[in-house]
């Protein structure tokens, strides 16, 4: 079974600075898909990035990037220049297929809230 | 692009009572998924539909829940009879065609309290 976590339960951050959110995961499969997810308060859960295991190169999306390796089924996600709005609950997930190829079931951590202070 | 619609947005029953939850997916999407998320923790997959077929619902409790998703539309949850640990919210997502790469889009949830 796959599990993810985020060791982080709670973090903050001042206003324009940099932070970074932790994720492990476990797996035994080599074919994968990570993900960040970000859930705002009272508000619905949307990408923020996401990473596919067999590219060695760390994705990044405007301030948020991450820093993927594989070998330590580590998953990092750093925020750049927070800003008020990036204050939400951070998601770290993770998904394979099962034999069927259509399974693409999104394994979640329990999630960190990051809080950004003016 | 009209989003993943759910009602209602919230609901509150005592135990043993009964619950449905809709979920209008994103037009055009042929997955569909049920999340429950319990305060605390990250969402867990109860079921994902390929069109109107059952893909996993392999950690949906089946003697109390129940999904069906009619003409590969609409989606509709059900909880019968409820307990108090169903107390959660229920995420609704959608992505188009279910491929690995595919972004899940969710809805903005019905939070359930089981008194």
């Known amino acids: 079974a796959q599990t993810v976590t985020q060791s982080q339960p709670e973090m903050s951050v001042q206003e324009a600075e940099t932070v970074t959110l932790s994720c492990t995961y ?5 074919n994968y898909y990570l993900f960040w997810y970000k859930q705002p308060p009272s508000r619905q859960m949307i990408l923020v990035i996401r990473q596919e295991a067999y590219k060695q190169q760390n994705a990044t999306e405007n ?13 990092s996600l750093k925020i750049s220049d927070s800003q008020l709005g990036d204050t939400a609950m951070y998601f770290c997930a ?9 399974n693409y079931k999104l394994t979640f951590g329990k999630g960190t809230l990051l809080t950004v202070n003016p | 692009e ?16 009964s619950v449905a939850f809709w979920c ?4 055009g999407h042929a997955t569909l998924y049920w999340y429950q998320q319990i305060l605390g ?6 079921i994902q539909f390929q069109n109107n077929g059952v893909v996993d619902d392999s950690q949906l409790p089946k003697d109390r829940f129940s999904a069906e998703r009619l003409k590969g539309v609409d989606s509709t949850l059900k909880i019968q009879p409820a307990k108090l640990e169903d107390s959660a919210v229920y995420l609704c997502a ?10 899940q889009y969710f809805g903005p949830g019905t939070r359930l309290l089981v008194l």
């Open chain 2, 24 to 27: 209008n997916p994103i037009s």
């Open chain 2, 94 to 103: 959608s992505s188009s065609v279910g491929r690995i790469q595919e972004t």
């Open chain 1, 63 to 75: 301030r948020f990037s991450v820093n993927f390796q594989k070998a330590a089924k580590s998953f």
């Open chain 1, 26 to 30: 476990d797996t035994s499969e080599n």
């Open chain 1, 94 to 102: 993770f998904m394979i297929s099962n034999s069927g190829g259509s």
């Open chain 2, 41 to 46: 923790q990250g969402p867990k997959l109860l």
């Open chain 2, 2 to 17: 009209a989003g993943v619609a759910q009602s209602p947005r919230y609901k509150i029953i005592e135990k043993r009572q």
